[in-house]
Every structure is written in C-alpha cells, then in structure tokens.
C-alpha cells in the first residue's frame, strides 16, 4: 500500500500536542504531559521544546566559549537532563552519545575559534534534541501500555536552509514524516511519537532553527503533515489575553481568535505563539487550542471563524518596545525607480527585520528592532550613501498593534483610538492602517507605551467573554 494512502486511512486518529520548555523542564510538567498521553484515545504525537533556561545555556556556551569551560558546560546540560528524568540517564548510551556529539562541536568551535550561523543554529538545536530522552523515560515509567518513539527532524522536515529563521517546505517535508510513521504503526499498535521541535535539515543535511518559540512552528507543521484534525499547544497561561497583565491588571482572557487575527498579534509581539505558527494550520483549516496545561479547560481557540461578539471592535492590543525608525530621505522619495528594493535589500542583507513600512514623497521610513539596527547602521549607511540624501534614526520607540476582524468595516475606529491615545497627552508617529483588514499599528515614545496601551483598552474592552465553539475542518 501507498504510504499516501496508508497514512490517510488513519489520519484522524492522530493527537498533536506542544509542550514548551516550562513544562517539559518541571517535575510537575513530565507528570502533566504523562497524564494527557494516558488520557489519549488515539495516537499522541509531543512536539517538545527544550527544558526552560537550556536554549539560554547553550547561547551563553556558544557566547563565551573556552575549552577549559566546557567540561564544566557539559556537565551542567547532563545534571539538568538527569534530576527531571525518573531513570540515569548517565546509564543510557544514546542520551550520553549526543551529549558526545555537543561536546565535539564544542571542541571544533573552540579550536577554530569559528562560530558561523550554521554552527550556531546547530548547538542551539541540541536543547531539543536532548530532552527527548527525559519525555521518553516519562512515558516509559508512567504510560506502560504504549510504546515510545522518538522521529528527529533530520530524518523528515526539510527546510529553505535560512539560517536562524528557516522555513519549513511542507511538499517535501511530507512524504518523509508518513514514511516514519507508516514504519512505526505496522510494527506497534497503541504507539506515543515525540518529536523535538524547533529546528530542521536544509536539503543539504544542515540543521537550521525557526527562532525562538520554533516548537509551535514545528508543531503546526507536523500537524498540516499528519491532516490532524487539531493542534493543542499547551502554555503556562490560559490563551491570548486582550492585552499584557503585566501593564493591564484588568486584562481579559481571549476565547477565540480567527487565524487573521492571531497572526496579526504574534507578528506584533504577542510572545504565546510564534509569528509563523497559524500558516500551517490555516492551510489545512485545523484549529489551533491554547490551553493551560494546570487548568485545560481555559483556552484560546484559533480557526477560520471566531465569535465576534456584539460591540467587539478591538479583540487585543499588543505591543513592542526596544523598537527604532529607520528614516531614509531622498528628494525623489518613494517615486524614483527601484529605490524601495534597495533600501530593503540593504536592511535585510543585515539580518534586520523589517516590522512595517510607511512612505511619502520624500521619506521611507522601516521600524526595526532596535537591538539589531545599531550594529549594522554603518554597513547600511556605506551601501546606500549614493541612494538617498539623508539617513536618520528615531530610537526608544515602541509599536502598538489593535487587532480585531471588525477593524476595516466599522467606521470611526482610527479616530477613537487616537482619540484615548491623545488624552493621556501620547504623541503617535508612524502609522500603519489598511495595510491589514484585522488590524492597525503604530509607534509612540517608549517612555510613553503602557499610558498609551491602558487608555485604549479602557475605550475598548468589555468583562464578558463570549460562549466557545470548535468549528470543524
């Protein structure tokens, strides 16, 4: 039989799960992940991240290498993994064979003392591959009528090659993933796969990473691949909230979100989901639960339509700050030929992203994060000093974001959230609106952000929340 046609029979049978590092990286978190895989009715699949703090670890390695720390470096990663792990994995001759194989990288980096993206994105990704060792001794110890699989990506998910933010090529990525899992289900009827997230292989056998928060990315991936029927990514929060609590102690939970929408908020800093997260999912019209891993009945769902409860223009308002405009004047502004392409093109052969975009006659203006213009503003400056007439930084700015599916269609919504802005005596700068139907951003001073974000969500929100319900694919 075809593995197409073998895997198809017997895609609804398939659970996704995301587990992040807070939880993978708890005594209390294994023991919640043990207990969702005994709950299962059907095939579990654990897209995992790395225990809490080791993606952070091995960048300080990476950062401040020395061959006499190493030594101690390694160590520290094997008695993180082995005190949350039910059995020694000091006795468990896999487990100590990539710790072999992180410790030679190590060494090569240290005597080269060469440390490319690609070398980077490598040491990085053993975060992951690592704490596939702990889950399984979980499962092993505690769900004793299931088997225990572990699928790397290098053996199935194929990227672009993008160092440090690759994207995953779904079409060839496919064919791989059901071959693995075609060989697990003939040989094991009642089987647990995990898959460490946040990282794949470029054709060229290369590990590349997807940035931080990359596990819900994997997750969403495995879950298009698999034509699973919903991916539930399990937070230490309850879902997407109208607004951060830490500035909004009034802040409401989001019962549901259109794809649309969470995009629009992932892109402009909501940190619960990775910005390229939703674009799997959508693909296949599965829905996407945010669930609290201590308390899974509060959630967030994402899917193609969400509830829009009466009066509910803005649905959250997010934010970034540590944000800079990037001003770029020329007389002949945005109207002389080829200019736009240039200036982007420069910026991005930085590794800047580029977060929105506004022009006029004689300006274009990119908001960029500040951390990652600063050492790269003399590169920018020598490339295109014979493009434009001036080049100017606005630095400590922040973005504010409102989202909402009822933005584009209900008049008067600029007016009022300008209008809340303004009566906390907040100057708004660079502004973005109509580019999305969802939602409508722009930046303020730093120093003036959380004034600005607590006066449009007094405008705008509502206590209640509005009944959930799954619509189906």
């Not at 006066?455 to 189906?472: C, D, Q, R, V, Y």
């Amino acid at each position: 039989m075809e593995v197409s046609i073998f895997i198809a029979q017997i895609m609804e049978n398939f659970e996704i799960h995301k587990f992040g590092g807070t939880t993978t990286g708890s005594l209390q978190g294994l023991k919640r992940i043990a207990e969702i895989v005994e709950q299962s009715q059907n095939i579990p699949v654990l897209v995992v991240s790395a225990i809490a703090g080791m993606t952070d670890l091995l960048t300080e390695i990476v950062e401040n290498i020395s061959e006499e720390l190493i030594p101690h470096y390694v160590e520290a990663i094997i008695a993180k993994h082995n005190e949350l792990s039910p059995r020694n994995l000091k006795l468990n001759k896999q487990f100590l064979k990539k710790v072999d194989q992180l410790r030679r990288v190590l060494y090569g980096i240290c005597y080269t003392q060469e440390l490319s993206g690609t070398l980077r994105d490598l040491v990085l990704s053993f975060g992951e591959q690592l704490v596939v060792f702990v889950i399984a001794d979980v499962l092993e110890e505690h769900v004793t009528e299931r088997s225990i699989h572990i699928i790397y990506p290098e053996d199935m998910l194929v990227t672009n090659g993008d160092v440090g933010r690759a994207l995953i090529d779904l079409e060839k990525s496919a064919p791989r993933l059901q071959e693995k899992i075609k060989h697990i289900l003939h040989s094991h009827t009642n089987p647990v796969i995990v898959i460490p997230g946040f990282y794949g292989v470029s054709e060229e056998g290369k590990i590349t990473l997807f940035g931080r928060s990359g596990t819900d990315y994997s997750a969403s991936a495995i879950a298009n691949l698999l034509d699973s029927s919903f991916l539930t990514i399990w937070k230490d929060v309850s879902g997407f909230m109208s607004v951060d609590p830490r500035i909004v102690p009034e802040a409401i939970r989001i019962p549901e979100l259109s794809y649309e929408e969470a995009s629009e908020l992932s892109h402009f800093g909501a940190k619960i989901l990775h910005h390229r997260a939703v674009l799997p999912a959508r693909e296949k019209g599965i829905p996407i639960l945010i669930r609290n891993i201590q308390n899974p009945e509060k959630m967030t769902i994402i899917q193609k339509q969400a509830t829009i409860r009466a009066g509910q223009i803005i649905k959250s308002i997010t934010l970034m700050k540590g944000m800079a405009i990037l001003k770029f004047y020329n007389t002949s502004g945005g109207s002389e030929k080829g200019i736009f392409f240039q200036l982007a093109k420069s910026v991005a052969s930085c590794g800047i992203e580029i977060i929105s975009i506004a022009t006029s006659q004689t300006c274009i203006s990119f908001l960029v994060r500040k951390a990652e213009l600063e050492p790269n503003l003399k590169t920018i400056e020598t490339q295109i000093k014979n493009i434009v007439d001036d080049i100017q930084i606005k630095s400590d700015v922040a973005l504010i974001a409102c989202v909402g599916e009822q933005l584009a269609s209900t008049p008067g919504i600029a007016y009022k959230v300008f209008g809340a802005v303004s009566s906390r005596d907040v100057n708004v700068e660079m502004i973005s609106a109509g580019a999305s139907s969802t939602a409508l951003h722009f930046t303020v001073n730093e120093d003036d952000v959380e004034q600005a974000v607590n006066a449009i969500h007094s405008a705008f929100m509502k206590t209640n929340e509005p009944f959930l319900k799954i619509h189906g694919k």
